[in-house]
Every structure is written in structure tokens, then in C-alpha cells.
């Protein structure tokens, strides 16, 4: 297994002590999963772990995925393992090769690669259906003609035992008849269905008898027409880790109560490998949906604009909003493994987005809301250089500077409140990386709207300060003649709610503000980015060069985050 050559360096996924009280610790700073892994290792019972990612491809992939991606490849890498990426795709009618294709490209961006080629349930059919005919011979299967209505009631209730369907003790030869009926189409959908035969009475439902497949007549976008019954996911999902060896089967806690009937079926059939399922927590985060049919909702609805809109969870939306690989890997890392429910304060994944930003993430000024200023004794125009980053060396830009520019119309005050550092009438403020300037007049329009300052240079204040005076405020700002007007396009967070799933409809939990639009204007290097290339303007925050929209003749760029830390790391 190896990083994808497109990604950047590798994580660092052994846990250190930063992430250690979020851990579920067993020994030696190891989660519990590592520590299982480390044990089976040392005791000889695996001599290399496989894992797998098993998505279903019914939408894109969203943070809890990115929290899964990383454990199942993280532990695969650092014990020298493989991890497979297989579809899930036992459900046709919800999936699509579009899906497909983005989860591959999701994963690749995070930064991991799989082992082989991309895998599917559906390739393991023929198998599957062999092992459910071995079944039906054996007597640990058989087809139910009970309507679902009926098997629904016949399965008892969390106080109370199921009732054994009528075709329960029907024999083999029966069984294999009615199977090969099913198979062949000559039922319709939820007519028959093959289940297991484990306990009707057991106190864990999901060992009432099974549904182990049902008929679809659904086109399948891989196996196409050959199908027209399919397994069902707590038949298919064991076996298919059993086909592809795969020694540890993580998934979340919700299929703890499944995994009675995943042991089950590994027994009852015979296979080589002998997989085992640990449980661990989902990822939770607060003001985030984490749900693939809620965020599909979302997108269908034309809430926002599609899967890779940024202010979607998805990895297509934080990639386009520019959140990097590095700081997502980071952020699942700090959040830990355990058993432990809980929610995850968003401010974290902000905070490990600005610091992957922070070193590397050039320097550049953009004013959102430009209002003119004139500097009516500058000489001549001129060209200043600076660094691109205060402390990595990122090489020099040029800034040019005229006797018009741009400051943002927030850093001007006539009426300043109280504790403002930046210009007022008559007031001093210095440009950043330029001179100090002075306000000598407002010109405002009929309405009595600002629309120009006029001010003069300080000439002695070149890289040095004002000789007798301080001037404490810094302003951005950008060169009229040669600064160039752009989008920019500033997000907050989709939801207004910390519990977006709140009350019966998530739609009212929206924040109605998610997105505003600006008119900028950007210092002319901005103009020559790429797509994707993320920098920090000048007191405003990170962004990015937007991946679909940008263009050099019509820069567009979106607000990754901005400067504030609201999370402070323990
Ligand atoms: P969703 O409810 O959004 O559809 P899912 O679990 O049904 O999620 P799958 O495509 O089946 O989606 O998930 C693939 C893998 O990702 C599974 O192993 C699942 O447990 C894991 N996963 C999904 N959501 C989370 C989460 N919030 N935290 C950790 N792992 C997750
Ligand atoms: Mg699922």
C-alpha cells in the first residue's frame, strides 16, 4: 500500500499524546482497534491485516466516511497491511456510476490509495448464490411466501418472541425449487423471500430468521439485467470480507447488534478466512448532517448546488471550499477511536483546516467591499515587492501602487466606535506593506453615501515608522489601475442549528445566510492562480481559487474559513 502519488506527504497516524485523552486507551497510546491489530500481529494469528472500505455507492462521501477512510487505511499503513476499497452495491435501485466515480477520486484526494483494484459485492454474485444454495441444503435456509407485512408482524418485537413462518420446516427439495423460482423471475417483488434459519425467538431481532435475499427487478450498473434477485446487505457484507481475506471488518456501532448473525453466517459457510467485525463510534460533528440521504435531500431539493456545493459536508464540497487533505486527516486523528458516543465541536475540524493553512498558504490582499481612495501626493506610481509568506519562503510578489486604490469600506469610520484602529477624518493608518496614510476629506454622494477619501502619503514611512508619532492601525488594500475585480464568495455554516437534525423537519435548522456574494477587487497576482490554489488574504481568512468557476479573466474565490479560532486545543 502506498500514498497516491497526486496526494502530499503522508499523515502521521500513530497517535501522540495531543490526541491521547480523546482515545479509548488500551496500552502505550494505541486505540482499541490498533491494540487488537497489534495483538493479533504479535501473537501470530494474522501475519499481515487486511481491511476494507465498503461504501455503498447511493451518493458522495461525507465526513464520517473521511473518519472511516482514515482508520481503515490508516491501520492498514502503519502495520504495513492493505486495505481494499469495495462498492457495497447490493441495492441498484439507489446507486449509480457516478457515485462510483467520485468516491474513487474522494479517496485518492485524501491522500490513499487501495490495494488492487476497486472491488464489488456485486462481482461475488455467483458466489453469494452458490453459498446460499449450500445453505438451503444444509437446512440453515429457506424461502418464506409470507407477504412483508406478515413477516414484519411474524418477527416479534424487541419485548416479544417471533412466530416461525409457515414455510419454515418446508424441505430442502421445496426450498431449492422455490429459490431457483425466485432467481428465474417467476415471482414478483416481496412475493418470496430466502431466509435464514436461525431463531425465531432469539432476544436479538437480528437473529429472527433473516432475510438473506429479494427479488428486484432492477438493472444493476454493474451485473445489468443477469440479476433479479440480490442479497441483502447482512448476508452479502460478511462474505464478501470473507472472499477478499480481510482480517478485521471495522465498521460503526450501529451493526454491534449484527454482528451475532455476521459470526453466524462466517460459521455456517465454508470459507477460507475467517473475518472479524469491531465496532467502533460514528463521527458526530455539531452543525453537520452526516447522512447521505439527508445531504441527497439537500441537493435535490436545490438547497445548495449540488453534492460539491462548499458548504456541504461531502469531500467534493470541503475540498471546492478548500479545506485541505492534510487538515481532514489531522482532524480524525485528534477525534480519536473509541466506543464512546459524542459530538465533535466543529471549531476542531476549523482549527486543524487553519493550521494545515497557516504555513502554507501564501499571503495576499483582497478588499470584499472597495471603497476608492485617492493619494493625492503620491509621486509616481510604483511597484513594491514583499514576500509571499512571513515565515516560509514562498519567493516575492509585486504590488503595485497608484494614486488610486482600494481599502474595504469597514476600515473607514467618520464616526469611529470606540477602540477603532483603523481610518478616520483627519486620522492616521498605515497600508500594509506601504505607507502611512492620511485622511484629509470625505467625498460622499447625493445620498450621503462615502464613495471617495482623499489622503496623503507619509513619504518617510516606507518600511519604517512615522518619526515622532505611532500609528497603530493596519489596513489592507489594493492598487486601482492594475488590481483586478472578482467574485468572492463568503460561507458560513449550512445549518443555524448546533443539532441540525433537530425537530421533525432538518430543513428549518438552515441558516438562511450560508453564502454572500462580494465584488471585490484582488491584487493583480491573484489573477494568475490556479484552481484549487488556496492563499490568506490579509486580515480576512483563508480561500480558495474556486475549482469549477475560476478562470484569469474572472477570478472567483471562496472563503475557506476565517482567521478566528473559536477552539482552543487541550
Ligand atoms: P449514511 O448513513 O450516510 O448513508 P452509511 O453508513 O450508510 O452512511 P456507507 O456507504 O454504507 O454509508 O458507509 C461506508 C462506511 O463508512 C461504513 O463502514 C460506515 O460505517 C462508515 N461511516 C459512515 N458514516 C460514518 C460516520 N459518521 N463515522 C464513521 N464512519 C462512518
Ligand atoms: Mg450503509
Same mark, same amino acid.
Given at each position: 500500500?502506498?500514498?497516491?502519488?497526486?496526494?502530499?506527504?503522508?499523515?502521521?497516524?500513530?497517535?501522540? &499524546?495531543?490526541?491521547?485523552?480523546?482515545?479509548?486507551?488500551?496500552?502505550?497510546?494505541?486505540?482499541?482497534?490498533?491494540?487488537?491489530?497489534?495483538?493479533?500481529?504479535?501473537?501470530?494469528?494474522?501475519?499481515?491485516?487486511?481491511?476494507?472500505?465498503?461504501?455503498?455507492?447511493?451518493?458522495?462521501?461525507?465526513?464520517?466516511?473521511?473518519?472511516?477512510?482514515?482508520?481503515?487505511?490508516?491501520?492498514?499503513?502503519?502495520? $504495513?497491511?492493505?486495505?481494499?476499497?469495495?462498492?457495497?452495491?447490493?441495492?441498484?435501485?439507489?446507486?449509480?456510476?457516478?457515485?462510483?466515480?467520485?468516491?474513487?477520486?474522494?479517496?485518492?484526494?485524501?491522500?490513499?490509495?487501495?490495494?488492487?483494484?476497486?472491488?464489488?459485492?456485486?462481482?461475488?454474485?455467483?458466489?453469494?448464490?452458490?453459498?446460499?444454495?449450500?445453505?438451503?441444503?444444509?437446512?440453515?435456509?429457506?424461502?418464506?411466501?409470507?407477504?412483508?407485512?406478515?413477516?414484519?408482524?411474524?418477527?416479534?418485537?424487541?419485548?416479544?418472541?417471533?412466530?416461525?413462518? %409457515?414455510?419454515?420446516?418446508?424441505?430442502?427439495?421445496?426450498?431449492?425449487?422455490?429459490?431457483?423460482?425466485?432467481?428465474?423471475?417467476?415471482?414478483?417483488?416481496?412475493?418470496?423471500?430466502?431466509?435464514?434459519?436461525?431463531?425465531?425467538?432469539?432476544?436479538?431481532?437480528?437473529?429472527?430468521?433473516?432475510?438473506?435475499?429479494?427479488?428486484?427487478?432492477?438493472?444493476?450498473?454493474?451485473?445489468?439485467?443477469? $440479476?433479479?434477485?440480490?442479497?441483502?446487505?447482512?448476508?452479502?457484507?460478511?462474505?464478501?470480507?470473507?472472499?477478499?481475506?480481510?482480517?478485521?471488518?471495522?465498521?460503526?456501532?450501529?451493526?454491534?447488534?449484527?454482528?451475532?448473525?455476521?459470526?453466524?453466517?462466517?460459521?455456517?459457510?465454508?470459507?477460507?478466512?475467517?473475518?472479524?467485525?469491531?465496532?467502533?463510534?460514528?463521527?458526530?460533528?455539531?452543525?453537520?448532517?452526516?447522512?447521505?440521504?439527508?445531504?441527497?435531500?439537500?441537493?435535490?431539493?436545490?438547497?445548495?448546488?449540488?453534492?460539491?456545493?462548499?458548504?456541504?459536508? =461531502?469531500?467534493?464540497?470541503?475540498?471546492?471550499?478548500?479545506?485541505?487533505?492534510?487538515?481532514?486527516?489531522?482532524?480524525?486523528?485528534?477525534?480519536?477511536?473509541?466506543?464512546?458516543?459524542?459530538?465533535?465541536?466543529?471549531?476542531?475540524?476549523?482549527?486543524?483546516?487553519?493550521?494545515?493553512?497557516?504555513?502554507?498558504?501564501?499571503?495576499?490582499?483582497?478588499?470584499?467591499?472597495?471603497?476608492?481612495? =485617492?493619494?493625492?501626493?503620491?509621486?509616481?506610481?510604483?511597484?513594491?515587492?514583499? &514576500?509571499?509568506?512571513?515565515?516560509?519562503?514562498?519567493?516575492?510578489?509585486?504590488?503595485?501602487?497608484?494614486? =488610486?486604490?482600494?481599502?474595504?469600506?469597514?476600515?473607514?469610520?467618520?464616526?469611529? %466606535?470606540?477602540?477603532?484602529?483603523?481610518?478616520?477624518?483627519?486620522?492616521?493608518?498605515?497600508?500594509?506593506?506601504?505607507?502611512?496614510?492620511?485622511?484629509?476629506?470625505?467625498?460622499?454622494?447625493?445620498?450621503?453615501?462615502?464613495?471617495?477619501?482623499?489622503?496623503?502619503?507619509?513619504?518617510?514611512?516606507?518600511?519604517?515608522?512615522p518619526e515622532g508619532r505611532k500609528v497603530k492601525g493596519v489596513i489592507h488594500w489594493v492598487d486601482s489601475a492594475q488590481g483586478v475585480p472578482a467574485e468572492v464568495r463568503v460561507y458560513e455554516r449550512l445549518f443555524a442549528n448546533a443539532n441540525p437534525e433537530f425537530g421533525d423537519d432538518f430543513l428549518q435548522n438552515l441558516n438562511p445566510d450560508s453564502v454572500k456574494i462580494f465584488q471585490a477587487v484582488v491584487e493583480p497576482s491573484l489573477?494568475?492562480?490556479?484552481?484549487?490554489?488556496?492563499?490568506?488574504?490579509?486580515?480576512?481568512?483563508?480561500?480558495?481559487?474556486?475549482?469549477?468557476?475560476?478562470?484569469?479573466?474572472?477570478?472567483?474565490?471562496?472563503?475557506?474559513?476565517?482567521?478566528?479560532?473559536?477552539?482552543?486545543?487541550?
Open positions: 500500500m502506498k500514498p497516491n502519488d497526486a496526494a502530499t506527504a503522508m499523515p502521521d497516524l500513530t497517535p501522540t &499524546s495531543s490526541n491521547a485523552p480523546q482515545q479509548q486507551q488500551a496500552q502505550a497510546g494505541l486505540d482499541f482497534i490498533r491494540q487488537i491489530i497489534a495483538d493479533d500481529l504479535a501473537s501470530g494469528k494474522h501475519s499481515q491485516i487486511v481491511s476494507r472500505f465498503p461504501p455503498e455507492p447511493n451518493g458522495y462521501l461525507h465526513l464520517g466516511h473521511v473518519k472511516s477512510i482514515c482508520l481503515n487505511f490508516g491501520v492498514a499503513l502503519e502495520n $504495513w497491511g492493505l486495505c481494499n476499497l469495495r462498492l457495497d452495491d447490493t441495492n441498484p435501485s439507489a446507486e449509480k456510476q457516478e457515485y462510483v466515480d467520485n468516491i474513487k477520486n474522494d479517496i485518492h484526494w485524501l491522500g490513499f490509495d487501495w490495494n488492487g483494484e476497486i472491488r464489488y459485492a456485486s462481482s461475488y454474485f455467483d458466489q453469494l448464490y452458490a453459498w446460499a444454495i449450500q445453505l438451503i441444503e444444509q437446512g440453515d435456509a429457506y424461502v418464506d411466501l409470507q407477504t412483508p407485512e406478515q413477516i414484519k408482524l411474524n418477527r416479534g418485537s424487541f419485548t416479544e418472541a417471533g412466530t416461525n413462518s %409457515p414455510n419454515r420446516d418446508q424441505s430442502v427439495a421445496e426450498n431449492l425449487k422455490l429459490f431457483e423460482k425466485m432467481r428465474t423471475g417467476g415471482f414478483d417483488e416481496g412475493a418470496a423471500v430466502l431466509r435464514a434459519k436461525v431463531d425465531m425467538t432469539s432476544p436479538n431481532v437480528h437473529l429472527r430468521d433473516p432475510i438473506l435475499y429479494r427479488v428486484l427487478k432492477a438493472h444493476h450498473h454493474q451485473t445489468g439485467d443477469k $440479476w433479479c434477485i440480490y442479497p441483502m446487505y447482512d448476508y452479502a457484507h460478511p462474505l464478501s470480507d470473507a472472499i477478499e481475506g480481510i482480517t478485521h471488518s471495522l465498521c460503526t456501532l450501529e451493526f454491534e447488534d449484527h454482528r451475532p448473525f455476521y459470526e453466524w453466517i462466517i460459521a455456517k459457510v465454508d470459507t477460507k478466512a475467517k473475518p472479524r467485525q469491531i465496532e467502533f463510534s460514528r463521527l458526530n460533528v455539531d452543525y453537520t448532517l452526516t447522512s447521505k440521504r439527508k445531504l441527497k435531500k439537500l441537493v435535490d431539493e436545490n438547497v445548495v448546488q449540488g453534492w460539491d456545493d462548499p458548504r456541504m459536508p =461531502t469531500v467534493a464540497g470541503m475540498r471546492r471550499r478548500g479545506f485541505t487533505p492534510e487538515g481532514l486527516r489531522d482532524f480524525c486523528q485528534r477525534t480519536g477511536v473509541s466506543k464512546a458516543d459524542g459530538v465533535v465541536d466543529i471549531g476542531l475540524l476549523e482549527f486543524c483546516i487553519r493550521q494545515s493553512l497557516e504555513n502554507t498558504a501564501p499571503r495576499a490582499m483582497a478588499v470584499l467591499n472597495p471603497l476608492k481612495v =485617492t493619494l493625492t501626493n503620491l509621486p509616481e506610481s510604483l511597484t513594491l515587492h514583499h &514576500s509571499r509568506h512571513p515565515n516560509v519562503d514562498m519567493g516575492e510578489r509585486d504590488i503595485p501602487l497608484s494614486s =488610486t486604490i482600494y481599502i474595504d469600506k469597514n476600515d473607514f469610520a467618520e464616526v469611529p %466606535p470606540k477602540g477603532f484602529k483603523r481610518l478616520i477624518p483627519d486620522g492616521e493608518v498605515r497600508l500594509r506593506h506601504a505607507y502611512v496614510i492620511k485622511c484629509n476629506e470625505v467625498v460622499k454622494d447625493q445620498n450621503g453615501e462615502i464613495i471617495e477619501l482623499k489622503c496623503t502619503i507619509d513619504p518617510d514611512t516606507l518600511g519604517k515608522n489573477a494568475q492562480a490556479n484552481t484549487g490554489d488556496r492563499f490568506q488574504f490579509e486580515r480576512e481568512g483563508y480561500f480558495v481559487a474556486d475549482e469549477k468557476d475560476f478562470t484569469t479573466d474572472k477570478p472567483v474565490f471562496n472563503r475557506i474559513l476565517d482567521l478566528r479560532d473559536s477552539y482552543k486545543p487541550s
